[in-house]
């Protein structure tokens, strides 16, 4: 893998179209590859895509923002889910419901979903509770 460019510029690995993508690195290739390997790759590339200040833009339904706010709310329960990345999700979040939770009941429950979050640093359970 020394010296391989796995991604080339406006490549479209998203969907696993890996044909004509890579410089020298299969998908097969990548798809073999230990952590350990892949990982110096994913951290360049990750890197450059931080940097590129690129923004995505999405349309959702109202529906679909609820449920991607939902698991977002759900993925940050976890106690082990509270880098760099959580702090992104959460904000991304936070926009979701400010744009879906417009009526008393949905911004109840979703501020409900945020309990969840406060209430697992709490419990001695996990976090694993009925009552939530």
Same mark, same amino acid.
């Given at each position: 893998?020394?010296?391989? /460019? ?18 020298? =690195? ?5 798809? *073999?590859?230990?952590? /350990? ?6 951290? $360049? ?6 940097? @590129?200040?690129? =923004?995505?833009?999405?349309?959702? @339904? ?5 449920? =991607?706010?939902?698991? *977002?709310?759900?993925?940050? @329960? ?9 702090? *992104?999700? $959460? ?31 709490? @419990? ?9």
């Amino acid at each position: 893998m020394k010296g391989r /460019e796995p991604f080339s510029e406006g490549s479209d690995h998203r969907h696993g179209n890996n044909s004509g993508v890579f410089r020298g =690195v299969s998908g097969s290739e990548l798809a *073999i590859l230990t952590n /350990e390997e892949l990982e110096p790759l994913f951290a $360049r590339e990750f890197d450059a895509l931080c940097r @590129s200040g690129k =923004v995505v833009r999405l349309r959702l @339904s109202a529906v679909q923002a609820w449920a =991607v706010l939902g698991m *977002i709310q759900l993925a940050l @329960s976890h106690p082990k889910n509270n880098g760099r990345m959580a702090k *992104i999700a $959460r904000n991304v979040a936070m926009l979701l419901e400010a744009t879906v939770a417009m009526t008393p009941a949905l911004a109840e429950v979703a501020r409900r979903g945020w309990r969840r979050e406060a209430e697992q640093d709490e @419990s001695d359970d996990g976090g694993l509770r009925d009552d939530v």
